[in-house]
């Protein structure tokens, strides 16, 4: 068992509109986001499966072809290479768990 703290974690801020905060295990990183409302996401894919959960806010995102928007508790799955984007509607806090580890998150 390795307890970590959110607390302790350095912020991650080189993406204009988002603090993110990584914890890393050896298959899988879980990120912590703070998105602020008017912020877009840019259509990216990466290799990684991903699982969003949105904790607060409204966030739409969009992926081949189809687009929801979320509210409090509600999710999407990402399969890994399907290319996605998003807009925050409002103040937004998220929690993405990737697969594999996200090595380009670790030195953040």
Do not use: Y
Request: net charge negative; charged share 20%.
């Amino acid at each position: 068992m390795r307890p970590f703290d959110m607390g302790t974690i350095e912020p991650f801020t080189g993406r204009p509109g988002f603090v993110g905060k990584f914890v890393h295990s050896e298959r899988a990183t879980l990120a912590h986001w703070e998105i602020a409302a008017g912020t877009e996401l840019e259509e990216h894919s990466h290799p990684h499966e991903q699982i969003t959960l949105l904790l607060s806010g409204k966030l739409e995102l969009h992926a081949g072809g189809s687009s929801v928007t979320l509210s409090p508790g509600q999710g999407v799955v990402f399969p890994g290479g399907e290319t996605h984007r998003g807009f925050a509607h409002e103040d937004c806090v998220a929690v993405d768990i990737f697969c594999p580890v996200r090595e380009d998150f670790k030195n953040q």
